[in-house]
């Protein structure tokens, strides 16, 4: 068995990286979407945090948190996250009597500065064009690409492929 430890510090900025249970799609229709919204809306309010970036794909999401100062508990927050939104659905029960609908455990990576915030910021913005699901990030509904684009801190055509490959790279 792996000895996996995470790494929490107070006030901490986070890349995750959480993904449904054998890659179902869990994310396929704006109801589940929004589903997955109220249950980070319930947490905040219990637990707060500040959502920086995110984008939702049909069986894997990613997001970039702060957590408050002196707090640096987000293994609690997701899952308390991940049994809100699981109580909303209904889903296969698997032999432990936990529902089919995540991943036992998540990805976390700890950002060391702004250069690593952006880079994985146009991580997180590009990752529907990345898996096919279209040409540009700004037609993904279920992405803060376009509240970046309206800070001023992208184009709305950044990002993508075109025919001669990858384009738009990096932050405006």
Same mark, same amino acid.
């Given at each position: ?6 790494? &929490?510090?107070?006030? @901490?900025?986070?890349? =995750?990286? /959480? ?29 707060? =945090? ?16 702060? /957590? ?16 809100? =939104? ?20 998540? &990805? ?14 146009? #991580? ?9 699901? /279209? ?6 509904? &279920? ?8 800070? @001023? ?10 025919? #001669?490959?990858? #384009? ?5």
């Amino acid at each position: 068995m792996s000895d996996y430890r995470r790494l &929490y510090i107070p006030g @901490g900025r986070y890349f =995750f990286t /959480l993904v449904a249970y054998r890659r179902q799609p869990i994310f396929t229709d704006e109801q589940r979407v929004m589903l997955l919204r109220q249950a980070f809306r319930e947490v905040k309010n219990k637990r707060p =945090f500040d959502l920086l970036a995110e984008v939702v794909l049909p069986n894997h999401l990613h997001c970039l948190w702060r /957590l408050p100062k002196g707090d640096a508990d987000f293994s609690t927050r997701w899952q308390m996250v991940k049994t809100a =939104f699981s109580r909303r659905i209904p889903a296969n029960v698997k032999k432990d009597g936990s529902k089919a609908i995540w991943q036992p455990r998540f &990805y976390e990576h700890c950002l060391r500065d702004e250069s690593d915030f952006h880079k994985h910021l146009d #991580y997180i913005h590009n990752n529907p064009v990345k898996h096919g699901l /279209l040409v540009l990030p700004g037609e993904w509904s &279920y992405s803060s690409f376009k509240c970046f684009v309206n800070l @001023g801190w992208s184009a709305q055509d950044w990002g993508g492929y075109s025919r #001669y490959g990858r #384009y738009g790279a990096g932050i405006v």
